[in-house]
Each structure stands twice: as structure tokens, then as C-alpha cells.
């Protein structure tokens, strides 16, 4: 066990809390540790969505440059899952809610796009500061920013290191929602709560059609839907839950989904 990541389990939702001080960043003992929660996450049924968050001022830093310092490589392995045990964690099934805490830096910014929902503090920030220190932002910043803002801003984000304030991350519709930080843990809660009333392999195929056409026109999506190539939407189409959804509704009660 890694202590700074702690894990606690709340009927079906799993916080992850990364709290390495001072500024939660992450080497590759953390990246390996991030990812072990998030497998744990995939695999144990009764799990149905994380909530990711940080410790202090900063939800994360990003890379560890004292280990880099120390010798870890600029393109060191970080495991199966990427950087962070997200970043490249491309079969997670489950959703991920980013709470982020405070300054979200580089990796830290970047990990944070690998969630698929946003809360921010009011006092956070983001940044990408990568090329004022002789690098860039390789662990899913270039790719997934353009797709998140327009192509300006992302663009300027990335070639200049500026600092991005929750107020204007939200106006950009970067996150979903901006709180008082005093509520923010409650708010990740209750965001979590609407996902695990959802049926297991709705939220599935959810992500999995998400990932495999948002690249693509929506006629090429009918046509990668009709494909039988994703099995997470095959199953959803004739699980015996997209059976019991419809007759809970019709007998005026809530559904009890199996994940079958």
C-alpha cells in the first residue's frame, strides 16, 4: 500500500485521494499505486465510480521533477495505465470524477482531463507549463485539450504555460461545475450518487461509444454503432437490465440493476 494514495469505499463509490505533500506529485511508484485503485475500480463489481481528488493547495503538480532529479527518465515507464494510472487507462469501463482541490499542474491538469466529469474548486487553477521547462505536455494534454477547448485557446494554453482559472475553465465548459471549495467534496459526492443510480452497462457503453466515435461524423458513428464491434454496447442492448429498467418504470419503482 502506497500512503500517498488513500482509498475509502461509500456504497458504490470509491474516493481516491492522492495526498503526497507538498504539491501531490507523482513519480512512478504513484503513478503504479493511481493505477492499482483504478483497476480495483474495473474489477470489483460493487464499485460503480471513483471520485479523484488531492490533498492541500494542490490537486497535483504533475510529474515529480525531484525524481527526475533523482534519475527517473523524462519517458520513464509509468505502467499500464500512463502517467498518473489513468492517462492511458483506455478499457475503464467505470466513471471517473475529477474533484479537483486546488492548482492542477501539468500532469496533474492532465490526469484531470483523463476523468470523464470535472468539478472544480473555485480557487483552482490550470496549467500546462511543460515548455518552459524543455518538454511538453505528452501524457494526453496535447491530445485530449483540443478536443475539450477550441483550438485557439487550447493552443495558447499549451504554447505558453499560462494559468487557466476555474471561473474561465468553466466558462470554456473545461468543467462541469465550479463550488466553494468548503463544498466541494460534497458536491463530488452527490455528482457520484446520480452515476451509481444508473444501470452498470448503460454507463458502459456510454464510454465505450463515446471513445470510439467522437473522432468521427455522426453518420460514421451509426455505422461503428451497427458494426458489432463494441461489445460493451452489445451487452447493454440485451442485458436482462435494459429489460428491467423499462418494467421498474412501468411498475412505478426504482430498478434493480445486475450488471447482466
Given at each position: 500500500m502506497n500512503p500517498s494514495v488513500r482509498t475509502a469505499v461509500d456504497d458504490g463509490v470509491l474516493t481516491i485521494t492522492l495526498d503526497r505533500p507538498k504539491a501531490n506529485a507523482i513519480d512512478v511508484t504513484t503513478s503504479l499505486a493511481l493505477h492499482a485503485a483504478f483497476v480495483r475500480l474495473q474489477q470489483?463489481?460493487?464499485?460503480?465510480?471513483?471520485?479523484?481528488?488531492?490533498?492541500?493547495?494542490?490537486?497535483?503538480?504533475?510529474?515529480?521533477?525531484?525524481a527526475a532529479v533523482a534519475g527517473e527518465a523524462i519517458d520513464a515507464d509509468h505502467g499500464p495505465g500512463g502517467f498518473a494510472g489513468l492517462t492511458e487507462f483506455f478499457t475503464l469501463d467505470k466513471p471517473v470524477i475529477a474533484a479537483v482541490n486546488g492548482l492542477?499542474?501539468?500532469?496533474?491538469?492532465?490526469?484531470?482531463?483523463?476523468?470523464?466529469?470535472?468539478?472544480?474548486?473555485?480557487?483552482?487553477?490550470?496549467?500546462?507549463?511543460?515548455?518552459?521547462?524543455?518538454?511538453?505536455?505528452?501524457?494526453?494534454g496535447v491530445l485530449?485539450?483540443?478536443?475539450r477547448l477550441p483550438r485557439a485557446i487550447a493552443a495558447e494554453l499549451l504554447l505558453t504555460g499560462r494559468r487557466m482559472g476555474a471561473?474561465?475553465?468553466?466558462?470554456?465548459?473545461?468543467?462541469?461545475?465550479?463550488?466553494?471549495?468548503?463544498?466541494?467534496?460534497?458536491?463530488?459526492?452527490?455528482?457520484?450518487?446520480?452515476?451509481?443510480?444508473?444501470?452498470?452497462?448503460?454507463?458502459?457503453?456510454?464510454?465505450?461509444?463515446?471513445?470510439?466515435?467522437?473522432?468521427?461524423?455522426?453518420?460514421?458513428?451509426?455505422?461503428?454503432?451497427?458494426?458489432?464491434?463494441l461489445p460493451a454496447y452489445r451487452a447493454m442492448l440485451t442485458s436482462a437490465d435494459a429489460q428491467e429498467g423499462p418494467q421498474a418504470f412501468a411498475e412505478k419503482r426504482q430498478p434493480v440493476w445486475r450488471g447482466v
Open positions: 470489483e463489481p460493487a464499485l460503480r465510480v471513483a471520485i479523484l481528488t488531492g490533498t492541500g493547495r494542490f490537486f497535483s503538480a504533475g510529474w515529480d521533477l525531484s492542477a499542474i501539468g500532469g496533474g491538469f492532465e490526469l484531470a482531463l483523463a476523468a470523464d466529469l470535472m468539478l472544480a474548486a473555485d480557487t483552482a487553477e490550470f496549467a500546462l507549463p511543460e515548455v518552459k521547462l524543455g518538454m511538453m505536455a505528452d501524457s494526453g485530449r485539450l483540443p478536443k471561473a474561465e475553465a468553466q466558462r470554456w465548459g473545461l468543467v462541469n461545475r465550479v463550488v466553494p471549495l468548503a463544498d466541494l467534496a460534497s458536491a463530488a459526492q452527490a455528482l457520484a450518487r446520480e452515476l451509481v443510480v444508473a444501470a452498470p452497462l448503460a454507463l458502459a457503453a456510454v464510454k465505450q461509444v463515446l471513445r470510439a466515435t467522437e473522432a468521427v461524423p455522426v453518420e460514421d458513428g451509426y455505422r461503428v454503432l451497427r458494426s458489432g464491434v
